[in-house]
């Protein structure tokens, strides 16, 4: 992991940690949840959002407005506005999306529950991605949430990774192994 990298996980994971604390004591687990769910999408479908937490030409001022317009318009929880505050005033808001990895992960443990990223060469069904997550839950024994990607470039199958475990079932791994087992022949 790169220097800056390491650095911005640091600040993200004591900044997560407060946050979920609070929130456990105060019993506001739930609306911490939905709060960074939202803002996971906005950040995810709003350039501008991102330009104004990670770009060093807005002032501290700037941003604290900015992030304080989204908060309310967005109806976040006081506890999560006050710490988006506090991280526009420290000019930290460059992590948040670090942030909300490390809040997602704290939240989803403390539910007993695992993500699993799944990439596919097309969209799964409704029916598939329910069966996928309870063979999932079977192998595990946790609740599974799904995070599904698609790249056309597998050709068929599934990248499945849970954890520290990848499964590889998709037809471009394989016609690559078979690449690879012809080379060792000729």
Wanted: cysteine-free; charged content about 25%; glycine content about 6%.
């Amino acid at each position: 992991m790169s220097e800056p990298a390491s650095i911005s996980t640091g600040i993200a994971a004591r900044y997560a940690s407060a946050v979920f604390d609070l929130a456990k004591e105060s019993g506001a687990l739930k609306a911490l949840e939905s709060d960074i769910d939202a803002l996971a999408a906005a950040l995810h479908q709003s350039a501008d959002l991102r330009d104004v937490i990670s770009s060093p030409i807005f002032s501290r001022e700037d941003q604290l407005k900015a992030i304080e317009a989204v908060a309310k318009k967005m109806g976040l929880s006081a506890l999560t506005a006050n710490t988006l505050g506090l991280m526009a005033g420290k000019r930290r808001l460059f992590v948040l999306p670090q942030l909300i990895t490390s809040l997602q992960d704290m939240i989803a443990a403390d539910k007993g529950e695992v993500t699993a990223e799944i990439t596919s060469a097309t969209a799964l069904s409704k029916d598939q991605a329910t069966k996928l997550a309870a063979t999932l839950k079977a192998r595990t024994g946790k609740t599974v949430k799904l995070k599904t990607t698609v790249d056309e470039s597998l050709i068929g199958g599934l990248v499945v990774k849970l954890g520290s475990t990848m499964i590889d079932t998709s037809i471009r791994a394989k016609l690559s192994a078979l690449q690879n087992a012809m080379k060792e022949v000729g």
